[in-house]
């Protein structure tokens, strides 16, 4: 394939029918604007964004009273307001569309199926409705949940927008401190969990967890316990003031739903920041904000509509589920998976997508490096043609992974790489249904997103890295943080670096097609020589030699500067020698450049993550250096970070 060649271009038939296209048909009409170019219909996104957020909210059918304007304090960044006068409900727009099939299909691993047709998931959330209003449940509770990513959840999330309730999810693999270094901070009075899981085939009860949860919980009044092991009632039966949903349920038959309408900016989520530098940021988000955003995303970027089937592999401790379940409003049906997605083997997602007539198939960077890694060639086994957009997000896809989805998944289908955050609960960049698609590139800007990359001198820059930026305000900023009344703790996160301008915390490239390459966490990008380097470059290279299953890079200082360091974890049976060091500094000179090459390179046993697949950098580099790691609870695999402690090869 020849430099600059995309992988894949929409044909003129799928790009007039897509949503993105009717709706600059739409703005063409009513204000004028470009029709035929995205970057141009963006351009027009950015700067008439009053016109643009209206025309969403009109063209997506959001049910609500818009009110009289669309923004005040424009300008300001934190500050702005979107849609002052406006009242909606969250819920009352995801349950607004859906026909009499499927809302809901649930698998969980190979252990559990079952679905739930939009009727019964509308009375199962009118019967939660009735129940925590009967707890006293109302305006601005926190109800937090540790589930798996089942019905039961979404039902309970909608009840409590139903009453303008504020949800808080973690998923049951969560550790006792970590679940407690995040809601305790928000004082919940609902708490909901399951009575376990299943992952990699292995049942997992969690009632001992619980025991140790609910008196760290003291503002908790009741809990609810969801059967998934067949023991809820055993475990509520063991716990204060708890019994199973099955039992709560029963008291109430369903009646016609109620939703209570509130002004936009009424708190919908709180979110948790993931990183291992102090108790978690709660990331306050708001009802209307996390719609609009999410409907034109879904609508205009992902090009779902109603009857599509989307899919996303997430936890609910991840941003990932709150974008997943926002597709009812859609009327999409939603497919949810909870469990490893490699139970009982690499073709279990596929399966699905097949069995389901997936349309929208959305996963990890990792995970699409694994089944490349696995040998898996899902286009000549499994029968995909229903799938029009794979999304991949979580961390950089590399030019390689891009390459094996048309090579061995499905040639004809719309690749979509995206980036955004916990921070605003959505993308930045994002996939783009008209434009065509190269490696490595994610596609382009989010309509009304004003995403600049600017260099250290706060000046924008294309074909250069630097820091990515939103230099305008966005509906789906967060309301603010939870506990910090002044705002002080929100502003110094995202608007210390440039003043009025949200700096996201990415090291990110322009490129020459408009497309946006994200090298890596801005935070942990590496200095040698005081050259700036994102690590992203160097996973790229170092992880498609078929000896590394996975890389992690810091900086270390040394000796007056910082010298690269690379932990290496091979595959089965492979040694890290002088010719594997010498044959991966070759790879990474040549794929990369002579500055990325590690001064030392170290093999491990592991590499230390985040729950929500997210390897960490930054714990990493804090134990080379000797200081202590904070809220290692955020971690799946803590316990490995003792593998990078007092490391003698970085001695010398």
Known sequence: MTVGEPLWSPDETRIAASNLAGLMRTAAARFGASQGDYRAFHRWTIDERESFWSLVWDDCGIVGDKGAGVLEDGDRMPGARFFPEATLNFAENLLARGGDGDALVFRGEDKASRRMHWQELRDTVSRLQQHFRALGIGEGDRIAAMMPNMPETIAAMLAAASIGAVWSSCSPDFGPKGVLDRFSQIEPVLFIATDGYWYNGKRIAIADKLAEILPGLPTVRNTLIVDYLGDAGKVAANLPSAETMEAALARHAPVELEFVRLPFSHPLYILFSSGTTGVPKCIVHSAGGTLLQHVKEHRYHADIRPGDRVFYFTTCGWMMWNWLVSALASGATLLLYDGSPFAPDGNVLFDYAEQEGMTYFGTSAKYIDAVRKAGLRPRETHDLSKVRVLSSTGSPLSPECFSFVYDAIKQDVHLASISGGTDIVSCFVLGVPGLPVYSGEIQGPGLGMAVEVWNDEGRPVTGEKGELVCTR????????????????????????????????????????????IIHGRSDATLNPGGVRIGTAEIYNQVEQMPEVLEALCIGQDWDNDVRVVLFVRLADGVTLDADLEKAIRSRIRSGASPRHVPARIVAVKDIPRTKSGKIVELAVREIVHGRPVRNKEALANPEVLELYRDLNALQV
């Open 473 to 516: 305000a966005f509906p789906s900023m967060p309301i603010g943080f939870w506990n910090d009344p002044d705002g002080e703790k929100y502003r110094a996160a995202y608007f210390d670096r440039f003043d009025n301008v949200w700096c996201h915390g990415d090291f990110a490239e322009w490129t020459g097609h408009g497309g946006m």
